[in-house]
């Protein structure tokens, strides 16, 4: 972990210069996180590539402004954050348009498919600053005050966002039978 970050450092450095490779090799490196990052907040791939090659061209326009090359991820993913909810915002819909799937309820192992499904809808019932707390802790494997960084809120926040968000997965993911249905 500590050598990449001296190499997003590097490349940023490098970029800052003018070496426009210095920062297609940052974009290599961090598009598909970025991508599914967005992707799992929208829910819409179109959307996802393009608010994730908009996060790539401000960070592009605005790589002076970032103060520690050395926590480039953050920022980028403080940018991808403030895309993809400037678009929510736009596109804030008047009615739910998913509907919550009910799990197995015969108790048989669900497939690959199903499971990946079943945890989509699960997220999908999260609020969602909670949704956006999980994936960057569970997903893009960011510590609590990075996350704190990325959300502009609170480390404290985070982790209440964190588990609670878990707390209700489990519930909702747990076998109808569990719970007493």
């Not at 919550?100 to 498919?113: C, I, S, Y």
């Not at 199903?114 to 949704?131: C, F, K, M, W, Y």
Request: aromatic letters at 8%.
């Amino acid at each position: 972990m500590l050598f990449r970050e001296a190499d997003d450092r590097e490349l940023v450095l490098k970029a800052r210069r003018g070496n426009v490779e210095a920062y297609n090799l940052l974009v290599s490196r961090w598009e598909k996180r970025v991508f599914n990052y967005i992707l799992r907040l929208m829910g819409d791939r179109e959307d996802a590539l393009d608010l994730t090659q908009d996060t790539f061209f401000k960070a592009y326009q605005n790589l002076e402004k970032l103060d520690d090359p050395s926590r480039f991820a953050p920022w980028l993913y403080r940018i991808a954050h403030n895309e993809a909810y400037s678009q929510l915002r736009r596109n804030r819909p008047d009615t739910e348009e998913l509907q919550d799937r009910a799990p197995d309820a015969q108790g048989r192992r669900l497939l690959p498919m199903e499971t990946s499904l079943a945890v989509q809808s699960a997220l999908n019932r999260l609020t969602p600053d909670q949704r956006e707390a999980v994936v960057l802790k569970v997903y893009e494997g960011f510590k609590f005050e990075e996350i704190a960084e990325i959300l502009n809120c609170p480390a404290s926040t985070v982790k209440s966002r964190v588990y609670t968000a878990l707390d209700a997965l489990k519930d909702a993911l747990a076998p109808v039978r569990l719970r007493g249905v």
